[in-house]
T-cell receptor, first 110, second 114 residues
Framework: DAKTTQPTSMDCAEGRAANLPCNHS???????VYWYRQIHSQGPQYIIH???NNETNEMASLIITEDRKSSTLILPHATLRDTAVYYC???????????FGTGTRLTIIP | GAVVSQHPSRVICKSGTSVKIECRSL??????MFWYRQFPKQSLMLMAT?????????EQGVEKDKFLINHASLTLSTLTVTSAHPEDSSFYIC??????????FGDGTRLSIL
């Protein structure tokens, strides 16, 4: 998988937008960026994925830079339930396997 | 949305026992299922990948005779931990995908071997 780099931890105030960055400078042109999160003692939850255009769904928005070397996951109005470890993953093209790094531990502060 | 059910959620058993964990895709047909293991304060590690009707592909360092995987149908995969020992205690998580769609994960099984 293309290597990704994320901050180890972040805090965000409840109700504010949480912006989680990810660097993936070695990404290839046909590789997608996936975001998952893992709430304590649960299985990971799929959030969103994208190739080069910005994406939005009911959970979050994904902003991918034009050179595709980095992306930002945006949770528009963070709640306490968004406290989790967030993983940015870039699987090798044609390979379904996901390699989980250490992710970003996001803590939402009341 | 896609739902993956994993059962049981927690198992406590004696050393030497074999334990079977089930993973079901409830509302879609999973062409591929994956099994992960997660030790405390660590990230998920992929153990094996299985496609329906074929043998599982194990990651390096994972003993295929220790961790038996069966993927008999498009909605069910099982992981059997044979002759489990305390060092096998971990959080086991399955995921399922359909034709390169995003993987969806079960809620995991916490296995404790006494």
């Amino acid at each position: 998988d293309a290597k990704t780099t994320q901050p180890t931890s972040m805090d965000c105030a409840e109700g504010r937008a949480a912006n989680l960055p990810c660097n993936h400078s070695t990404i290839s042109g046909n590789e997608y960026v996936y975001w998952y999160r893992q709430i304590h003692s649960q299985g990971p939850q799929y959030i969103i994925h994208g190739l080069k255009n910005n994406e939005t769904n009911e959970m979050a928005s994904l902003i991918i830079t034009e050179d595709r070397k980095s992306s930002t996951l945006i949770l528009p109005h963070a709640t306490l339930r968004d406290t989790a470890v967030y993983y940015c993953i870039v699987p090798n093209f044609g390979n379904e396997k996901l390699t989980f790094g250490t992710g970003t531990r996001l803590t939402i502060i009341p | 949305g896609a739902v993956v059910s994993q059962h049981p959620s927690r198992v406590i058993c004696k050393s030497g026992t074999s334990v079977k964990i089930e993973c079901r895709s409830l509302d879609f047909q999973a062409t591929t299922m994956f099994w992960y293991r997660q030790f405390p304060k660590q990230s998920l590690m992929l153990m094996a990948t299985s496609n329906e009707g074929s043998k599982a592909t194990y990651e390096q360092g994972v003993e295929k005779d220790k961790f038996l995987i069966n993927h008999a149908s498009l909605t069910l995969s099982t992981l059997t931990v044979t002759s489990a020992h305390p060092e096998d205690s971990s959080f086991y998580i399955c995921s399922a995908s359909f034709r390169n769609q995003p993987q969806h994960f079960g809620d995991g099984t916490r296995l404790s071997i006494l």
